[in-house]
């Protein structure tokens, strides 16, 4: 079981992550799924539901609930890094990588970021290179299961290498632009790109 063997000590297993390059600086291992989100937790409703691609596209394209599914999906296991410190290693997602998303779309080439748009509102921001990456996906499975509705169900990005709140949940479009957006906590004093191994994690400017 390695770094998930929980006969081991916390500080066993730390110690074994971080010689692996897995722990990046100021965060500590968890077995619980912290759920950290701003305002209430939209509803799902299925027949209501839909997902939305616009921007520097040559196919603006909107999916309702049934037809996404059926879209081809990859599994990965990967360690997710919140930046309130917590690191959860081993997790597995099931998802359509969002690289594919871009081709059906026909995503131009000028396209430089991608902007996350959620049920009420919330908003964030990646470089289109990290979102080309074959770990990022529109996720609606953990652990074998559909997404519980705290984590993002029905549908949440997920952009592994950043820290979590790079990945949106209850997303419901993606927006392919030129500029960059900064988002709802990029606004408010996070960094713009959030590399955990590079502890990015605020940013000079917003109220932190
Ligand atoms: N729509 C939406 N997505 C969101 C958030 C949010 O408040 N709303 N919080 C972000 C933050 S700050 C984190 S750390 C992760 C938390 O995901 P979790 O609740 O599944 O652990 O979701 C991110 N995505
Ligand atoms: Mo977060």
Not at 18 to 31: E, H, I, M, N, Y
Not at 39 to 67: C, K, Q, S, V
Not at 131 to 137: E, G
Request: aromatic content about 14%.
């Amino acid at each position: 079981m390695g770094v998930l063997d929980t006969r081991k000590t916390r500080r066993e297993r730390e110690d074994e992550l971080r010689k692996q390059g897995r722990l990046p600086a100021g965060q500590s291992l968890t077995d619980e799924f912290p759920v950290l989100t701003y305002g209430p937790t939209p509803r799902f409703n299925p027949a209501a539901w839909d997902l939305r691609l616009f921007g520097t596209i040559t196919h603006e394209l909107r999916w309702d609930w049934e037809t996404f599914q059926q879209l081809p999906t990859v599994q990965i296991t990967t360690d997710i890094h919140c930046v309130t410190r917590w690191s959860k290693f081993d997790t597995v997602w099931e998802g359509v990588q969002f690289k594919h998303i871009a081709e059906l779309a026909g995503m131009k080439p000028e396209t430089k970021h991608i902007i996350a748009h959620c049920d009420y509102g919330y908003t964030t921001n990646v470089p289109v290179e990290d979102m080309l990456r074959d770990n990022v996906l529109l996720a609606y499975k953990f652990d074998g299961q559909p997404l519980d509705p705290e984590h993002g169900g029905p549908l949440r990005t997920l952009v592994p290498h950043l820290y979590f709140w790079k990945s949106a949940k209850f997303v419901r479009a993606l927006e392919f632009s030129v500029e960059d957006k900064p988002g709802f906590w990029e606004v408010n004093g996070y960094h713009n790109y959030g590399d955990p191994f590079k502890e990015e994690r605020y940013s000079r400017r917003g109220f932190f």
